[in-house]
């Protein structure tokens, strides 16, 4: 049992600071929209980690190791994130625009703006659960999560409990980081994370016809 424990939390650790375009995704919706829009993206990442997981320990994930299906799941994937990265850097329209600073003013006051948790969950949730690589992780950790179907499930829970914490402490401090900065800068920002995310989803691609 405590081997498990042990095994998990060096397995969680190292997955929380291995980057990301989830994680990219996150800090920039942390910063720029605030801890609560971060806490529900980390929700969503957290929720396909764990689909992904019950899929692993009923067999089902084996899919994944067909080379045709990693193949269009990855250019799907990597698709999702370029189209998502370039129109974070290329909108103009977007709230963070300081620019639009009368409009939302406007917005607010005749109480239009509504947040919507179920937006940030669900871009959380496409991330993850798009992305071959997060479930090639998953598959390559499973022969490490124990023997018994108990040790499984302790393993899991305490694997997906420290990443989940680790994301919601990393929405909270990139959250903090917004008390320091400009209108402006965390405009730029989300920019330069839209365009590390579009990247990221072209070397995705890249990377698996390379591969496969």
């Known amino acids: 049992m ?28 942390s910063i720029a929209r605030g801890f609560k829009a971060g806490f529900w993206q980390a929700v969503g990442i957290s929720l396909s980690d764990l689909l992904i997981v019950v899929f692993c320990l009923c067999g089902l994930a084996h ?31 977007t709230d963070l625009n300081p620019k639009r600073k009368d409009q939302l003013e406007a917005r607010f006051q005749n109480k239009q703006f509504k947040f919507k948790a179920y937006e940030f969950i ?13 479930w090639i992780l998953w598959l390559g950790i499973l022969p490490y999560s124990g023997e018994t179907l108990n040790q499984r499930i302790l393993f899991f829970l305490i694997t997906l409990g420290i ?20 209108p402006e800068k965390i405009f730029l920002i989300s920019r330069i994370s839209g365009l590390l995310i579009g990247i990221l989803g072209i070397v995705l691609i890249v990377r698996t016809l390379i591969i496969i």
């Open 122 to 134: 669900t871009i959380g949730f496409t991330f993850n659960f798009t992305n071959p690589f997060v």
């Open 163 to 182: 990443i989940f914490s680790f994301d919601l402490c990393k929405s909270f401090f990139a959250h903090k980081i917004k008390d320091f900065l400009t």
């Open 63 to 93: 899919i994944m190791e067909n080379d045709t299906v990693r193949l269009i799941t990855s250019i799907v994937g990597g698709i999702i994130l370029i189209i998502y990265g370039s129109y974070t850097f290329l909108n103009q329209n």
């Open 2 to 29: 405590l081997y498990t424990i042990i095994t998990a939390f060096s397995i969680a650790i190292l997955i929380v600071i291995t980057p990301g375009a989830a994680l990219f995704s996150l800090l920039k919706t």
